[in-house]
């Protein structure tokens, strides 16, 4: 019985080692051109269904949904309070597509939950080895 719980244990801090790389992968990129900012505002497309989040290259994030596109700029709304902001394609540093929850995000969700049962099921194991 020993050995089996050895076996699991390795198992999961084999398991713990694996699933870290994944979360670390995301926002490793270098602020976008303005030429891929325009393609990628344009892809969202226009109106209530094109949510999205706009970080700045000042670092600000503004959230909402695109309104207007132009040569230039782009005009996207709040969500809540419909309030526009124009933002200049040459300002933006990141534009990620809001349309729910992230796949990295449900894998690790799936992950942590499978680990905190698998650490149940040891614990309960050990209790009932004494």
Do not use: W
Not at 47 to 76: H, N, S
Not at 94 to 115: C, D, L, P
Request: glycine letters at 10%; proline letters at 2%; hydrophobic letters at 40%.
């Amino acid at each position: 019985m020993k050995m089996h719980l050895s076996c699991l244990i390795s198992c999961l801090l084999l398991l713990g080692a694996v699933a870290q790389p994944v979360g670390a992968q995301q926002d490793a990129r270098q602020p976008i051109s303005v030429e891929e900012t325009k393609v990628r505002i344009g892809k969202l497309g226009i109106g209530e269904k094109a949510k999205a989040t706009i970080t700045l290259k000042d670092g600000r994030k503004v959230k909402g949904y695109i309104y207007q596109t132009g040569d230039d700029d782009f005009i996207i709304r709040d969500r809540k309070t419909d309030a526009p902001t124009t933002i200049n394609y040459a300002d933006v540093a990141k534009v990620e597509r809001n349309s729910g929850h992230s796949t990295a995000r449900n894998i690790a969700i799936g992950i942590g939950i499978g680990v905190g049962a698998f650490l149940a099921i040891i614990a309960i194991t050990i209790a009932h080895l004494d």
